[in-house]
């Protein structure tokens, strides 16, 4: 069975650093893109970009471009998606999904408080 | 970038009437490259069609894609209690992906 297991809600503070993980499992990870989308509070949804794990290759919407990172460890079938310097604008549900396409699979989503 | 308009924005029906919603591309979308996606309050998102007409796996038939270049169209033949949710479109044939701003179904 695919399953994308996200972490955990965090709630941060406005110029603290954060990185939030999304594990595949049940397929072969280094096979597939894996992407992140954003939904703010009571917003639709957001496509940040995608990320190729065999080889790390990365592709950045360009609303999103220079304002995240998206990194992968093949070693532990993990995605990852880090803030260097969080905004109060950060604050939202973050969605990793298996495909550079449409996608059938997704994670729970990971809750992103940025709060002072 | 490809801007999807969704509309209408509302969709006040009733369980067993037809629904039909549509998504407008700022261009031509190409090989229809266009999915449909349900989302329910607290749930990710769930793929309902894709290349515009073809259906997930386990999608009931009384979800229908329809469309072409610019506009297409999501029906769902007689809406069940469980069918009242946000539907969004999302293209993606071309760099980078977008998603429609949604529409709602809500109970009438």
């Known amino acids: 069975e695919v399953q994308l297991v996200q972490s955990g809600a965090e709630v941060k503070k406005p110029g603290e650093s954060l990185k939030i993980s999304c594990k595949g499992s049940g397929y072969s990870f280094t096979s597939h893109w894996i992407g992140w989308v954003r939904q703010m509070p009571g917003k639709g949804l957001e496509w940040m970009g995608i990320?190729?794990?065999?080889?790390?290759?990365?592709r950045y919407s360009p609303s999103f471009q220079g304002q995240v990172t998206f990194s992968v460890d093949k070693s532990i079938t993990t995605a990852y998606l880090q803030w260097s310097s969080l905004k109060a604008s950060d604050t939202a549900m973050y969605y990793c999904?298996?495909?550079?396409?449409?996608?059938?699979?997704w994670g729970q989503g990971t809750l992103v408080t940025v709060s002072s | 970038e490809i801007v999807l308009t969704q509309s209408p924005g509302t969709l006040s029906l009733s369980p067993g009437e037809r629904a039909t919603l549509s998504c407008r591309a700022s261009q031509s979308i190409s090989n229809n490259y266009l999915a449909w996606y349900q989302q329910k309050p607290g749930q990710a998102p769930r793929l309902l069609i894709y290349g515009a007409s073809s259906r997930a796996t386990g999608i009931p038939d009384r979800f229908s894609g329809s469309g072409s270049g610019t506009d297409f169209t999501l029906t769902i033949s007689r809406l069940e209690p469980e069918d009242f949710a946000v539907y969004y479109c999302?293209?993606?044939?071309?760099?980078?992906?977008?998603f429609g701003q949604g529409t709602k179904a809500e109970i009438k």
């Open positions: 999302q293209q993606y044939g071309g760099s980078p992906r977008t």
């Open positions: 990320i190729y794990p065999s080889d790390s290759d990365t």
């Open positions: 999904a298996r495909g550079a396409t449409y996608s059938i699979y």
